[in-house]
């Protein structure tokens, strides 16, 4: 079968969120669990930043030549992702940045809220050696409270789709 391109996966999820948007941000446990997941997601940035890997991927990016975020990674995302980001506010790009990076990747690096799980906690052996194991575990405390919530974000929004067809 064909792979779906990554600009139709992205139609597919304006217009399911054109269809469904409205009813899913004012289902009050749908609602609560996007609240939730942003404070998730926040929390992982925070610790990303405190412990270094942040601004190691961006020296990557800027000065070595480019980060891991490269071109091809954006096929691993589904419309219904896609949409969770739409219901996050996140504005999904219309086309890409640099032909060598992740259509996903802006200039100030991933426009996207909610990631696929090798995005959030992907960390190359470099870094795995170098930041302090008290960090990495905050870290990574924090990346698999974002997933586990998105995972079931993802089944909720999946189940409220099909229910209510
Ligand atoms: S994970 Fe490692 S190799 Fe990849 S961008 Fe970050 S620092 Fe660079
Ligand atoms: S973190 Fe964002 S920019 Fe990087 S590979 Fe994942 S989706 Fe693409």
Redesign the pocket.
């Known amino acids: 079968m064909k792979p779906i391109l990554i600009n139709e996966k992205i139609t597919i999820a304006k217009n399911l969120h054109g269809r469904w948007g409205e009813a899913l941000r004012t289902d009050s446990g749908i609602s609560a669990q996007l609240r939730e997941f942003s404070a998730r997601v926040e929390a992982s940035t925070y610790f990303c930043l405190l412990s270094g890997v942040a601004r190691a991927c961006r020296l990557c990016d800027q000065e070595e030549g480019g980060?891991?975020?490269?071109a091809g990674?954006?096929d691993l995302?589904s419309p219904e992702l896609l949409l969770i980001n739409l219901l996050l506010g996140a504005a999904l790009p219309e086309s890409r940045n640099s032909e060598k990076?992740?259509?996903?990747?802006g200039e100030r690096?991933?426009?996207?809220s909610a990631?696929?799980i090798?995005?959030v906690n992907y960390l190359c052996a470099r870094l795995q050696k170098t930041i302090a194991p008290e960090k990495l575990f905050q870290l990574q405390e924090a990346n698999g409270s974002e997933m586990e919530l998105l995972f079931l974000l993802h089944n909720t929004i999946r189940n409220f789709i099909r229910s209510t067809r």
């Open positions: 980060s891991c975020c490269g990674i954006e995302y990076s992740c259509y996903f990747g690096g991933c426009v996207l990631r696929e090798i995005c």
